[in-house]
């Protein structure tokens, strides 16, 4: 998000620094950070396209069109995500992060500063304090601060000291570990042009096509969970019984190496409200609103600001004072809608796609949305496939469901009227007759009072007969 923001600022001649904490990620040796490939929709595309980079980044992703889900049993089935013509990207996070820096460094009106560290911000006077790679302090002055420094942000712990700054953070109870499936005979080992899930109700396994014909897999599941794990045996036991048929493409040795490298890691929700700090500091990205990754909008959501700041820039002449209030304005909404939604995309991923009525509902709005495009609109499509705000989109799904739980019932109930009707109508007398016979039963039961001797026996001989005649 920092470079894109960066790219965008240089368009319009200011004059721009990145500092960032990491050394340069194109020449080192080892990178560290988070590797869940990202997935790249149409908010963020809009982003790179304003700034000329979509063809470039577009051509080093791979399609997938759909989910394919993988069943305890190993039957496999395909979730269209919309139309044939729309589909996500599987993009490397590592890729991406080097084309940007690449671009953003042809402005001759941005310099970066690799291996600066942010120590202290003021954003009440413009001035940060950074610590260079030959330890020396430096106060620099600018007239507007952006923190793009992700989740832990250290611009936002400054602001989160200004009144009336609502702050708040939740990790979630599970966790992430990276595994990997290898090529197999120099092709890819599964369908390629899918997102793969393996949903286990509480916790799942997914797999992201790259470049090189590997997978790069995800699982998500309880920290509790992984405490169970200890051995190899466990973990190929616990595989074995929950994802049988990935231990063949990743291979027993390579799970069990890749399971035990690195520990599982945390993810965090945040949100925070105001965004800006009077016309001198801005937040945007994960520092803004980060946001697990389920939905796959993390990205896509911060890229989006780096647009709608812009077209606000546009909007007000460049005039800070106004920009800044009003990107508070418009994002704080939306992100805060997106990143419910991408808690609840969790819950569906890893559980609802197991339900036959689930699947049903889905078909149903997808039916809708054919014959009434512009009033049926699956969530899916408003969120990744337009520019629609997310607290929008929110909104309209919650009266689609409304509408469509309230026509389901009116047609299931015109059934079943109908039903009795036609069974009224239309049977043969004695059917009928037969069919009533059960209410005569619990009649006549109801209104006879019964004396129970001693021999259950003689009771039962004294009933039956009676029952037989009437």
Not at 85 to 95: A, M, N
Not at 445 to 451: H, I, L, M
Request: aromatic content about 12%; glycine content about 4%.
């Amino acid at each position: 998000v920092g470079s894109l923001n960066a790219c965008f600022l240089a368009k319009r001649n200011f004059q721009v620094d990145i500092y960032e904490a990491r050394e340069d990620i194109r020449v080192a040796t080892f990178t560290r950070g988070r590797s869940i490939n990202l997935a790249l929709s149409h908010r963020g595309r809009q982003a790179l396209k304003a700034v000329g980079l979509e063809e470039q980044i577009v051509s080093q992703g791979i399609p997938m069109k759909a989910r394919m889900i993988h069943s305890l049993s190993g039957k496999k089935s395909a979730i269209p995500y919309g139309t044939r013509s729309q589909y996500i990207l599987s993009i490397s996070r590592e890729s991406l992060s080097k084309d940007l820096l690449t671009a953003v460094e042809k402005y001759p009106n941005v310099k970066v500063h690799f291996g600066h560290k942010l120590l202290k911000c003021n954003p009440e006077e413009g001035m940060i304090t950074v610590l260079g790679s030959d330890k020396v302090l430096k106060d620099v002055t600018y007239d507007l601060i952006v923190g793009c420094d992700g989740a832990y942000s250290t611009v936002r712990t400054y602001l989160i000291k200004k009144p009336r700054f609502d702050y708040s953070q939740k990790y979630i109870p599970h966790g992430y570990m990276e595994l990997t499936i290898p090529p197999k005979h120099g092709d890819f080992a599964m369908e390629p042009n899918y997102l793969h899930i393996w949903p286990r109700n509480t916790f799942m396994m997914i797999a992201l096509p790259n470049m090189n014909k590997s997978f790069t897999c995800t699982l998500f599941m309880p920290f509790e969970e992984y405490e169970k794990l200890l051995t190899s045996n466990d973990v190929l036991d616990f595989f074995q019984k929950y994802f049988p048929d990935a231990i063949p493409l990743i291979g027993e040795t390579a799970l069990v190496q890749d399971f035990f490298l690195l520990p599982a890691q945390p993810l965090i929700s945040v949100k925070c409200s105001s965004f800006h700090f009077k016309s001198h500091c801005v937040l945007m990205g994960d520092a803004a609103h980060a946001i697990v990754p389920f939905l796959g909008q993390g990205m896509n959501a911060g890229f989006e600001d780096c647009l709608v700041f812009d077209e606000l820039m546009d909007k007000f002449n460049n005039d800070l004072s106004l920009c800044l209030p009003a990107f508070s304005r418009l994002r704080i909404p939306d992100n805060h809608a997106i990143s419910d939604l991408s808690m609840y995309n969790y819950i569906e991923m890893r559980a609802h796609v197991n339900s036959r009525w689930f699947i049903f509902q889905k078909n149903i709005v997808r039916f809708l949305h054919a014959i009434m495009p512009s009033t049926f609109i699956p969530l899916y499509t408003m969120v990744v496939f337009s520019r629609m705000r997310y607290h929008e989109a929110v909104l309209h799904w919650h009266w689609q469901k409304k509408v469509i739980n309230k026509g389901l019932f009116f047609l299931g109930s015109l059934t079943a009227i109908g039903s009795t009707y036609l069974l009224m109508h239309y049977l043969p007398p004695r059917l009928l007759d037969s069919l009533r016979r059960p209410w005569d039963w619990i009649t006549y039961f109801w209104n006879t009072e019964y004396y129970f001797p001693t021999n259950s026996m003689e009771a039962l001989s004294r009933q039956v007969p009676v029952l037989l005649s009437k």
